[in-house]
């Protein structure tokens, strides 16, 4: 059966400080740091000592958006922070996070990351019940799923329960006067982990956000938990007794920054092993290995040392461009991969070259990559993918569109090297993903077709 693409995909970007003087300074260098998980907007909400919450959000870069003066404002050493990553469906102001809600009983502030599958069907109900919605947004579902019932104070009992109505891919920080709660989805589908700092702690989609603020790594939050940050320390609640570790296969693969570890192991490190699995599955004779930046650089050196073929850099990026997918309409994707990317004529002129890329969505960029390469003199172009065929939506938040966009529903392999032009193709295979994680769990769902939860709407025929 084929899916329609869900409404909103949303693969953000969320960090949360307690307890440290000034919250607002530490956000600001983490969301930096975490800026690649999202590039349309950001914000911030910080809670001072009178418990007044203080929030600054814009669209578009961290460093474009925030600035000493607007940030001056932010007082006070618990705060939350956002990166917003969204397509075109969900783009605009109305859906910048943090969403901060006034209430008698106390305000609140909520960042999250992923997608809900029942977020139609939870709207619908929440409307019949008297909400009326602002934004798109799964976070401020969660908001009025909290209050719906109870409107006394929040407390862990009422986010558990909240969380239970819930079905999807998410990490949600729920900030309120003194509280910090931290929580994950029982699928364990998308990352989120907590490091010391002082006093504080650091909490981060990402470990990478840990690094420049100085803050030490501690654990991760489990799937199904929520660790609640107060005076007092951690505190560690389930939510669900349904626990796995289906970990999104393309935050390793993709979205994450190589300096990050994900459960427990290291982005580049991963990447690396995929290219080694890559040559052992898909060897081939060439002059020299060259990576697409910034994601394929590592998939590149390690196929490269498993071939013993010499690693290159044939294909240069501009450090001042946005990443490709960010551009909503096909033409604009097509402008940014030309910005984006040059050959470098004098390392490929001639030779025969092995182009790894970390994976094809719709195949605008390998496409135009061959081309590139050939232009500049290069012999022979073989592209070997650092993973499966990606021939399904993604329903938990990585922008992985339609069916109909996903060149691999199109083409066979055969079909799609001459689609993009290129000498041989060749994907690694399923297996190769877990073997590169060491792990028994992973969502390869984008890969498969296997989704580890229930689609709900999402499973309307595709017109
Ligand atoms: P495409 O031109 O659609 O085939 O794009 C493939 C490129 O986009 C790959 O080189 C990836 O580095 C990158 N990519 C893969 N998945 C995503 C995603 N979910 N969001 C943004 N970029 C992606």
Redesign the pocket.
């Known amino acids: 059966m084929q899916y329609l693409e869900s409404q909103i995909h949303e693969?953000c970007g969320v960090l949360g400080v307690y307890g440290i003087e000034n919250a607002r300074d530490l956000i600001y260098y983490g969301l930096h740091a975490l800026q690649h998980r999202g590039q349309e907007g950001v914000g911030i909400v910080t809670v001072d000592k009178d418990h007044k919450m203080h929030r600054v959000k814009g669209m578009g870069l961290v460093t474009e958006v925030l600035n000493s003066e607007n940030m001056r404002p932010l007082e006070g050493d618990i705060a939350i922070g956002h990166v917003l990553y969204s397509t075109a469906k969900a783009a605009g102001p109305d859906n910048l996070q943090p969403f901060l809600f006034h209430h008698h009983t106390g305000d609140f502030a909520i960042a999250h990351n992923g997608n809900l599958v029942n977020s139609n069907e939870l709207t619908r109900y929440l409307e019949e019940q008297g909400s009326i919605f602002q934004s798109t947004s799964d976070s401020e579902l969660l908001a009025h799923l909290i209050k719906m019932e109870n409107a006394s104070k929040i407390r862990v009992n009422v986010i558990i329960e909240a969380l239970n109505k819930i079905e999807g891919a998410f990490t949600f920080l729920v900030m309120t006067k003194d509280k910090l709660y931290c929580c994950r989805d029982k699928y364990g589908f998308r990352p989120l982990s907590i490091a010391r700092l002082g006093d504080g702690y650091v909490v981060a989609s990402e470990t990478c956000a840990f690094e420049v603020t100085g803050a030490k790594y501690i654990r991760d939050v489990e799937p199904g938990e929520i660790v609640v940050i107060d005076k007092n320390g951690l505190n560690s609640y389930h939510y669900s007794m349904f626990k796995h570790h289906y970990m999104c296969a393309?935050e390793y693969i993709?979205?994450s920054r190589p300096d990050s570890d994900i459960e427990g192991c290291n982005v580049h490190a991963f990447r690396k092993e995929t290219g080694k699995q890559l040559y052992k599955e898909a060897p081939v004779n060439a002059d020299i290995v060259i990576g697409?930046p910034d994601?394929?650089l590592s998939a590149a050196i390690g196929y490269a040392e498993a071939s013993g073929i010499p690693y290159e850099i044939g294909l240069i990026k501009s450090r001042y461009v946005g990443?490709?997918?960010?551009q909503p309409s096909l033409e604009l994707?097509e402008k940014g991969?030309r910005m984006k990317l040059s050959a470098v004529p004098s390392i490929v002129r001639d030779r025969s070259v092995v182009l790894i890329?970390?994976?094809?969505?719709?195949?605008?960029?390998?496409k135009?990559i061959v081309r590139l390469l050939r232009e500049a003199g290069a012999k022979e172009v073989h592209v070997r993918i650092a993973s499966p065929e990606m021939k399904n939506p993604?329903f938990y938040g990585?922008?992985?569109p339609t069916y109909k966009e996903l060149?691999s529903q199109h083409y066979d392999l055969e079909g799609l090297r001459q689609f993009i032009d290129s000498d041989s193709l060749a994907f690694l295979s399923k297996e190769a993903l877990y073997t590169a994680t060491n792990r028994t769990e992973l969502c390869t769902a984008c890969f498969s077709g296997d989704y580890p939860t229930q689609l709900y709407s999402s499973l309307d025929d595709e017109a």
């Not at 990443?323 to 960010?326: A, D, N, V």
């Not at 890329?357 to 390998?366: A, E, F, K, P, Y």
């Open positions: 693969e393309m993709y979205f697409v994601s394929s990443r490709s997918f960010i994707r991969v890329d970390d994976s094809i969505v719709r195949g605008t960029t390998s135009r993604c990585v922008d992985i060149i």
